[in-house]
């Protein structure tokens, strides 16, 4: 009993905790505007965007709010991101995505390489200085519990679940790995948030041929500048109908799609075509894309993308309150295993990235879209601008029918390489 008193939050009530986020975001957007001289500084420092994730993480940590007790996460990445996709997509130049296909794939799957030999190697090298903390045996095999790690990181929760079936880890082992995906994950996350604020720099270390993202940026800008207008209720509450509206419709064909996929082609969970968000967040682009195709699209001129914005951003609060950093010492060895193991990640993609003069955005989303999957990659992309917010999605799907295969293939290495 004492326990859970502890345990307890300050603040439980999410009504409240939705209201102090947005509250912080608000404070951050506000001082980031600022002209003073002590925030132009600041902010040329350390981005806006990681401070709407970082703030609630301290909260988090600090037991004030509790994201393991709140439903708020649940709530935007179900309910809020989807909108956001579709409100993105809208104004969406398919002609200029195409373009960037060749480097995003790149690094893309050069990031699933970095996840699928860096488990192995970590695994390798903390057995030489301490065995035990990668050893077990049976259900207790520490290497079973990271094949989970691997299945998330390449793909996403559905991943995960797959290989948490395949290779049955203990419930106890189970949950220590998910509190390393989780705290591993966000901080890496962190990292690239506060490289999407300093872009240009990042693109100037890589020697970087930023030339195709910046193009679809400045037509995105021009367009928008074009259609630009005073908004008025009507058009508001299009937008808000059209997001928020086609987020329903795409829970109501996902509500159908999957129960039919179990019914019938059970064997197309490997590709995670049985899981509920994926069909989410597929459902969400593609209607937004198709919409692109129509009038709708001048709704970027009354504000679609600023809308979509708000919802995006709500969800990276929700995100950050999910980090704990004083978990780490729960359990500091295998979180050693997963920080040498994101490094290993990180440095496959910086030597490629370098040789390839990859621009910093498609390192960080190819990274994200393997790391964090459809829930976190199109936060990384609509970091560098709104318009490029899809990219990340198509990125991420390709993850989902990635994972399970990567993350088995991992888990085999991961055996070998345990002691």
């Known amino acids: 009993m004492e326990e859970s008193l502890v345990k307890q939050p300050l603040i439980s009530n999410d009504a409240v905790v939705l209201g102090l986020l947005v509250v912080i975001l608000a404070l951050v957007f506000r001082t980031s505007a600022s002209q003073r001289p002590f925030f132009k500084k600041f902010y040329s420092i350390v981005p806006s965007l990681l401070l709407c994730y970082f703030l609630p993480s301290i909260l988090n940590s600090l037991n004030i709010i509790s994201g393991a007790q709140s439903h708020l996460y ?66 207790e095999a520490v290497w079973r519990g990271l094949a989970t790690i691997a299945g998330s990181w390449i793909g996403g929760g559905a991943n995960q679940a797959a290989m948490y079936r395949v290779f049955e880890p203990s419930a106890e082992l189970y949950s220590a790995m998910i ?37 679809l940026k400045h037509k995105m800008e021009v367009y928008q500048q074009n259609t630009l207008r005073m908004p008025k209720l009507p058009d508001t509450m299009q937008i808000v109908a059209v997001g928020l509206g ?43 894309m198709l919409l692109s195709l129509t009038r709708l699209r001048d709704l970027e001129g009354a504000g679609a ?28 060895g295998l979180f050693l295993v997963g920080l040498i193991w994101i490094l290993i990640h990180a440095l496959l993609l910086i030597v490629v990235g370098r040789l390839a003069r990859a621009p910093f955005f498609f390192l960080a989303v190819g990274s994200q879209a393997n790391v964090g999957g459809a829930a976190s990659a199109p936060i990384v992309a609509a970091a560098f601008h709104p318009s490029l917010a899809p990219v990340g999605v198509l990125l991420a799907v390709l993850g989902y029918a990635l994972g399970t295969y990567g993350g088995y293939f991992c888990a085999l290495l991961m055996q070998q390489a345990a002691p």
């Open 74 to 139: 649940e709530m935007a990445s179900m309910y809020l991101l989807p909108a956001s996709l579709v409100l993105f997509t809208l104004s969406l130049d398919l002609k200029e995505i195409w373009k960037l296909r060749h480097k995003a794939g790149l690094m893309f799957l050069t990031g699933t390489l970095g996840i699928v030999i860096g488990g192995p190697l970590a695994v390798l090298l903390v057995s030489l200085f301490s065995p035990e903390t990668v050893g077990g045996a049976g259900p």
């Open 179 to 215: 509190a390393v995906d989780v705290i591993v994950a966000n901080i890496w996350l962190a990292f690239l948030l506060y490289g999407a604020g300093i872009s240009k720099r990042m693109d100037r270390l890589f020697r970087a041929d930023a030339s195709a993202v910046e193009k």
């Open 246 to 288: 086609l987020t329903g419709l795409a829970h109501f064909l996902s509500g159908i799609i999957v129960p039919w996929i179990n019914e019938n082609a059970p064997y197309l969970d490997k590709f995670s075509l049985t899981s509920g968000f994926f069909w989410l967040v597929v459902l969400a682009t593609t209607f937004g």
């Open 305 to 332: 993308s600023r809308i979509g914005s708000v919802f995006l951003y709500v969800l990276i609060a929700t995100i950050g309150m999910q980090m704990d950093v004083l978990a780490i010492f729960d359990n500091p």
